[in-house]
Each structure stands twice: as structure tokens, then as C-alpha cells.
């Protein structure tokens, strides 16, 4: 879903977590985990936008 969207907007523009949260119908407490796991593994990248968390696909 992340590497989709990073195609889709060339990689300048972040997935908000809500939208993560309504595709998938989980909550934010199921899905933190897998973010996390992810962060950690350096696949994605978080920055805070206007309007919430972004989620980015890591460049490394």
C-alpha cells in the first residue's frame, strides 16, 4: 500500500495513517505494531503533516 502510493505521487507525498486505518478496516491499535516493526526495519519513514502522521516508503 505505501510503495503503491509512493509510485502513484512519485514519492512526494506521504499516506496518512487514517487512510491506512479505513483501507485496511483495522484500528489504530492493531496496526502500530506493523508500523513499528517497519520504522524500525527502515522501510518506512514517519513525518507529521498538517493534518496527522505520514507514512513514506524509505529510500534505503
Do not use: D, Q
Request: net charge positive.
Amino acid at each position: 500500500m505505501v510503495s503503491n502510493y509512493h509510485e502513484e505521487t512519485n514519492g512526494s507525498c506521504g499516506l496518512a495513517v487514517n487512510e491506512i486505518m479505513r483501507e485496511l478496516s483495522v484500528e489504530y491499535k492493531t496496526l502500530k505494531p506493523t508500523l513499528n516493526e517497519m520504522f524500525v526495519g527502515k522501510k518506512i519513514k514517519i513525518r507529521n503533516g498538517i493534518n496527522g502522521i505520514l507514512i513514506f516508503k524509505s529510500s534505503r
